[in-house]
């Protein structure tokens, strides 16, 4: 029944996405190689693990802007965070007969085998934010040991080199393992930051789930004095404890990841959120279906397709009075585009 379930939504939400998004390019097919010289010829997937918050929604926004300038057909795939739907949703990909998939997010257990499938069927396949271990998948990825340096060097920064720390952390997601590495490596340095508790889940909605176990964290370690949470949607969930126990003035966090939401948060009057580091999720997106299109074109983006962070502290965000991500972009150039996995030949969507 479980799979007769599974199976049944991923055909529900095949065909529910592929009437949302048609093709509908902004560049003349003329002057791109194939297949893209046939508008509407393209069809890819994007197959998603994780689509809560204000992250993902940029995120696939950028994808949806991107996959339009190109004149592809775009199916949207959401697993909701079940693994085992996401790996049904990529065989759906594939009986749909689409020519790339992306695949975002996920664990490596589900997604290797499935990504494999999808190869095996001719179909090109780039993955963001998990490691599905095939060298015929690009990886896309934030840099997330660095999104992790920079906000640590920032707390080092704020408040030295010993603090006593909280560390919001789920295991098992390639970005949050990676930047976990680096929080290692951090610790490791700094023998006098002292980790007083590790906590985390990705239940929905993660904020609130996040929020009730940072309230028992406070009670049990009242002596906390930074919070290292680096997925924005942790970062909230932090701050709506630390708020509600009046600690705003004794604890400071440190985040990865952006949204107009966040710096709205970070720029409330005494706010404990002080800096974040993160790449645009949009741009991310677009950066993801143009690595794609590279490999439908017979090209290579390479194994590895990074696009690099920016530090944004509470102190930048006040200084520029930046109220929202439109902002962001206009005052920090380098967080608005990547030059990552591009071509002479590859329109960009509309700025």
């Known amino acids: 029944m479980k799979l007769l379930r599974r199976t049944t939504l991923a055909l529900f939400a095949g065909l529910a996405a592929s009437a949302a998004i048609g093709a509908g390019g902004l560049a003349h097919a003329a002057d791109m190689p194939a297949p893209f010289d046939k508008p509407g010829d393209v069809k890819i997937a994007l197959v998603r693990y994780l689509s809560t918050g204000d992250f993902f929604q940029a995120y696939l926004s950028g994808v949806e802007a991107q996959a339009k300038a190109l004149g592809v057909d775009l199916r949207v795939l959401d697993s909701r965070q079940d693994a085992a739907l996401q790996a049904d949703m990529v065989d759906q990909a594939i009986a749909l007969g689409v020519n790339g998939i992306i695949i975002q997010h996920g ?132 701050k709506i404890a630390v708020d509600e126990a009046g600690l705003t003035s004794d604890i400071k966090i440190y985040s990865a990841d952006v949204s107009t939401a966040d710096i709205s948060a970070m720029r409330e009057p005494d706010s404990a959120w002080a800096a974040t580091a993160a790449t645009n999720p949009a741009v ?68």
């Open 107 to 238: 664990l490596t257990e589900s997604m290797k085998e499935a990504a494999q499938r999808a190869v095996d069927a001719g179909i090109r396949v780039v993955a963001f934010d998990v490691n599905v271990e095939n060298p015929k998948v690009p990886q896309i990825e934030q840099s997330d040991r660095d999104l992790a340096r920079l906000a640590l060097e920032q707390a080092v920064a704020d408040n030295g080199e010993s603090w006593k720390a909280g560390y919001v952390y789920v295991a098992g997601i390639a970005p949050l393992d990676r930047r976990d590495e680096t929080w290692k490596m951090f610790k490791e340095k700094y023998p006098g930051i002292e980790e007083k508790a590790m906590f985390g889940t990705l239940d929905n909605p993660i904020a609130n789930s996040v929020a009730n176990q940072t309230r028992s964290v406070l009670q049990a370690n009242p002596d906390i004095q930074v919070m290292f949470a680096p997925y924005d949607e942790f970062a909230k969930g932090v």
């Open 284 to 351: 991310v997106g677009e950066v993801s279906v143009r690595a794609l299109a590279i490999l439908l074109t017979g090209g290579e983006p390479g194994a590895s397709v990074i696009v690099p962070p920016t530090l944004i502290t509470q102190k930048m965000l006040n200084d520029n009075d930046i109220k929202n991500m439109e902002d962001l972009s206009a005052k920090l150039p380098q967080f608005a585009h990547a030059d990552a996995a591009m071509t002479d030949w590859m329109p960009l969507p509309p700025r």
